[in-house]
């Protein structure tokens, strides 16, 4: 389980960014974080793993209270935290294989990861995982010749690989068109029910979220404004969240993809 306790992110200039924000999300669970800009969605992802240091407040995975580690001990409870990004965050020049394996560099010893010589065992999973995700025929391609899709689906391979508890993921389909956008949310939905991992959203859109994830948290200004299901998202709700505007739209384009989707079923 994942637990955030009073979470707390002040800047220098005084702008908060987070104001006593408080979770508990179970493992298993698919949760998005909705907002507008500003609202401290990825400020909350990253006070998680310590990127942004939060300036009060606990944030626990499992019995580790992870706001009090040393560096060191922060770095080894990082491998248990897979983060998916926006912007891809793969070596260009490396191949699919190699960015993968990547996602072990914190469990191999310091001349193994400059060498890049992963135990067979590792190997064996990157190929697995790279099957599941449909691009095992492109292992041996540099990450410079993939699509948006297939590198966000190599940035998923490099996070699983880590043998996380709970999957950080900041905005994974602003970049994508909306038929790639739902492919790419199925699938970290599957794979999050398939392993039992927790998993935390950022997202932009309120519609695909609505589609795939169990559980909505709006932020507002730093706050958790709603914590509910995705049928509870009502268009004074959305309001709240993100002020005034038509939010009919949004909900029926949420009833048209279930309908597709019951028809394809």
Not at 91 to 120: A, C, D, I
Not at 157 to 163: G, K, N, S, T, W
């Amino acid at each position: 389980m994942l637990r955030l306790d009073k979470l707390v992110k002040t800047y220098k200039t005084g702008d908060q960014a987070l104001k006593a924000v408080e979770l508990d999300i179970p493992n298993g669970q698919v949760l998005a974080l909705i907002g507008p800009s500003g609202a401290g969605k990825s400020t909350l992802i990253r006070c998680i793993n310590r990127l942004v240091e939060p300036t009060s407040g606990e944030v626990w995975l499992g019995d580790t209270e992870l706001t009090r580690l040393s560096p060191s001990r922060l770095r080894r409870e990082r491998r248990r935290m897979g983060m998916i990004f926006q912007e891809y965050a793969l070596v260009e020049r490396l191949t699919v294989m190699e960015n993968v394996l990547s996602g072990r560099l914190g469990y191999v010893g310091f001349w193994q990861s400059l060498t890049r010589r992963f135990p067979q065992k590792d190997v064996d999973e990157a190929f697995r995982l790279l099957d599941r995700v449909g691009l095992l025929h492109m292992a041996d391609k540099r990450a410079d010749e993939l699509s948006g899709g297939q590198r966000q689906r190599v940035g998923i391979c490099r996070a699983l690989i880590q043998d996380p508890a709970v999957l950080l993921v900041d905005e994974p389909t602003a970049s994508l068109d909306p038929k790639t956008s739902r492919q790419i949310m199925r699938l970290i939905c599957e794979l999050c029910a398939e392993r039992g991992l927790a998993a935390i959203i950022n997202i932009h859109d309120v519609a695909l979220a609505q589609m795939f994830v169990q559980r909505v948290i709006g932020l507002r200004l730093g706050a958790v404004v709603y914590d509910g299901p995705p049928d509870g998202l009502t268009p004074d709700k959305l309001t709240e969240i993100y002020g005034e505007e038509d939010w009919e739209a949004t909900i029926d384009k949420v009833d048209d993809e279930d309908e597709e989707a019951e028809a394809i079923a």
